[in-house]
């Protein structure tokens, strides 16, 4: 399950982008998605793309199921693209290449953050009663997964899902997603006892909100240049747009840096990455 | 396929800031009507019901087309003010993973939550009149639900004029007069640079038809599992635990039971 | 320990295997009259003597079974070790509920503390730590530190007191290295450990464990066996719990009770006491520990009187005594292979 793929980078990993503040990636990956979302250009949507495939490089991020998770927005920006198309590729090519950006920053946020810190802080623009929604909703979501493993696999061995028949498929899955529906509101029961007895009077995690470190600045400033520069060449694209390959060459060539340089020479060989973990850790 | 995915970068920011605001009501409106109860109590239902949709959404029945969205079976377990608040949950996380844009939340919760309200009203309004039929009931108020739903993303997307889908709306905003242009119109490599005037085109009001057309068209299949597969459940859940229909609002209790 | 007095039949009940003095159930109808509800009120109030008591409880589920937890009385004194044996089914769970809270019952009553736990288990809530069966669902929080200083974070205790507890409750179980982790990478044990900890956090004067090894390898359940029951002797606290181990349960235990299917308590006594009714025990799909049936096996063979030790080392100094030859210096049975000593 891609969301329990996901969950392990964010907290096994060690590089910079993992130990640095949530609050200072919430804020650069604001900054990344506005890039984004105000260019009309395709170069400059690419621009953010490699950036961020050069930060996931660095830490550690398996970079080709990052880009696939990225690519399912850009599967449903296909039909908005499709509504666009008037014998002209590039505008709805740069329809799709903004959703996968978009996706991209998004990922590669919750790929180096694990949820219950990006919901700490989140802490000081939602509500407190949210939050803590949020928090039971991503423990129940493991809880669960393992719950319909279970059950997609009994229904599998049992005969179910065989063949590529609609019918087959809705059956294992009702059947599945009944058995889930039941220990749901079980499993919500005793964790409503359990919070009682422990007394719970409105707080799950005792983690502060987090604020930022100097070591974020290189993190947010990046960024910030990144979103600037975006806005500058929207709004002067007469005089710019002619150099619009020229933001897109550098970010290549950071791309080019940040994959030669060997990742334990950078920040003081403290870094490993997620891909080695996944490789030599039994999970 | 009511839940709007509809990627980042697409709607105009004024559409995304009004949905953010009625999230931002629904979700005040929501609130107020639970802070009576037990946190204790309301949170891990709606905890547990937002993981329950959020593992169904990630679990492909059909690899795209469809995925099991049982955002009608929380509005009639969780009731609608839990059932907002779930909505919200559930496309927060979905959207921080990358599986919808995240500056689309605030409508999508507005899709989403009003699935579960209207899922809600409907059921039990439906369950009155077909007392022995709760898997029908259920059917059929998915049906609607999701039919209008569908009506109302197609009504979003109407409002965002996506449809005129010219140069003009596609291109960088030039702010001095007010219009797009579109700076690849020969091409990447020639990157010339269109002016205002030479911009023209049909209007391609074709467009936003086109694309309703095919939202229904492929909403209907989507609507007709949905319903089976609600129907199928709630239909189980009566047999199995009927007390938790018995008491729509947050479902019922421990067994000796107290609301 | 001093030897159990069951109250209301008005006999001391010795610990000799053989002698068959421990309770066995009476007539359902005779237990029924002696303990009406008032009694049970006015005999467990405030601090009484009594940690908890159950009486004739019966429950029925939403799908119509029914657990009776009648027979012989349920009440656990204060700084007892109560262990709760029964076949899966047997409504060990429903017992456990009905102590927390969780479940009400639907005739009978229930004292923890003092108190009705399915009304007020929040005024003594802070004095009990609690573990059910299902740690998954426990574990709240997103970090193991998170999920241990969950008690003292909610009841508003100050930052320091909070940090103090917590980090005694992580030493004393061992899990200190576990403190950031995140508990769905956990492995069960240690889950179940976290758990623990999370309970005794409060250091509760009452703990309530349900199945509390399962998931623990061997040298886990020797090391939190013995911090029960260090706490159990230092602190006074009370202990019940619940076990498939019945190997365990003569250390583990000064009290045990078992129940049959239904929920039928059928024995109560000492592990000795209550290990010698063979044929009830099969009833309820027990087997007694192997200690206690090679004892008894012993017993019946030579004539000579064994007592049924409550360790392996009791076992061996036994045998070594009886065999005579036992050469000094060698390893005491007991000890295990970890080297540290069992904690009588």
Known sequence: MDIATVDYWANAGGSYLHRASPTAKLMAAALGLAAVIVVFNLFLVATVFVLVVALAWRAGIPVRKLILISLYPGVFALLFAMAQFHGDFIIPGTTIAKAVGAASVVVLLIATTPYPRLFAALRPVLPGFIVEVLYVTYRSVFILLGVLSDVLIAVRLRGGFTGRALGRRLQGAAVALAVATLRSFEISERTYAVMQMRGYSGRISGEASGGLHLRDVPLVGAAAAVAGQAFLFRYEWRALNPFSWAPFAAALLVLAVAMLVPRAAVAGGRERPVSEMLRGDAQ | MSHLHVPDGILPLWLILVGWLATVLMLAVAMHALRGRERARTVPQIGIVSALLIAAMSTEIVPIAYHAN?????????????????????????????????????????????????????????????????????????????????????????????????????????????????????????????????????????????????????????????????????????????????????????????? | MSESVDEHKGEAVGPAVGERNSAVEPSAAAVQDSFPKAALAASSDGDGRFAARINCVRHRYEDGSKVELCGLEFAVERGQRVAVLGPNGSGKTTLFFHLVGILRPSEGAVSVLGVDPAHDFAKVRQRIGVVLQNVDEQLLAPTVWDDVSFSPRQYGLPRGEVKRLTEQALERIGIGHLRDKVPHYLSGGEKRKVAIAGALVMEPELLILDEPFEGLDPHARQQVLDLLNRLVAERGMTLITSTHDVNLVPEMADDVYVLAQGGHIVLHGTPAEVFAHAEVLQASNIEPPVLARLFEDLTRRTGVHLPMPASLEEAADRLAQIIGTERPGAQRAGQDQWGSPPLR
Do not use: C
């Open chain 2, 70 to 259: 049982l955002t009608v079976l929380a509005g009639i377990i969780l009731g609608p003010a839990g059932g907002v608040v779930a909505a919200f949950a559930v496309n927060l996380i979905l959207a921080l993973f990358g599986h919808g844009g995240i500056t689309v939340v605030g409508l999508n919760t507005v899709v989403i939550g009003s699935e579960t309200v209207l899922g809600y009203v409907l059921f039990y309004l439906f369950v009155r009149l077909l007392p022995r039929h709760v898997g029908v009931a259920a059917g059929m108020a998915t049906v609607i639900t999701l039919f209008l739903s569908t009506s109302l993303s197609i009504g979003i997307i109407a409002l965002s004029q996506i449809n005129p889908a010219e140069a003009r709306d596609m291109g960088s905003l030039n702010p001095h007069t007010l219009s797009f242009s579109n700076p690849f119109k020969e091409g990447v490599l020639a990157n010339r640079i269109v002016t205002p005037e030479q911009e023209g085109g049909a209007s391609s009001t074709l467009s936003l038809k086109r694309f309703a057309e095919a939202m229904y068209a492929l909403g209907a299949i989507g609507w007709t599992l949905e319903s089976l597969l609600t129907g199928f459940l709630v239909s189980f859940v009566a047999r199995v635990r009927p007390s938790l229909l018995r008491q729509p609002i947050l479902g019922a209790a421990l067994a000796g039971g107290d609301g």
